[in-house]
């Protein structure tokens, strides 16, 4: 090619790690918002972070620091779940990322059923119906597969 003509090549892939980050800051911003929202309507706002941050921290722990106790639970759940969004993605394609994203959120969901695990989540703890929980987790598998950037 000469001096003058630019270079056409498509832009890099992001890298796995920003794929990650990218998952995880958006499941954490939705979920809690909308954990948030369920709660107000419920029970108070922070109700579901607060009998997490109560089963890590102990009874009797003040209110804001068992609620920040249990949403610091709640953003490493989804941070963990952003890894794993990342480690099954097979490419940027939109399929790629819906598939990895029901996979990722059918894994939380089964793994919900060993009791620990359902106590720490703070879906279970906020007291939400099937309906709601079911709501949250597409939309949760939602945010999963349209967060990645595209670069």
Sequence with gaps: MS???PELRSPP?????IWA????VAAMAVTTGALIAFGRARDGAWA??????????GEGSGGLATAAAGLAVHCGQMIALGAAM???LGGSRVASR???ALLVVLAWELLARVGWVAALRADFAAGLAPAPRIGLAALLALTLALAPRRR
């Design 86 to 88: 990342a480690l099954l």
């Design 98 to 100: 819906v598939r990895a």
């Design 21 to 24: 980050l990218d998952a995880s």
């Design 48 to 57: 579901g972070f607060q009998r997490v941050g109560e089963l890590v921290l």
């Design 3 to 5: 001096d003058f003509a």
């Design 13 to 17: 892939r992001p890298s796995r790690w």
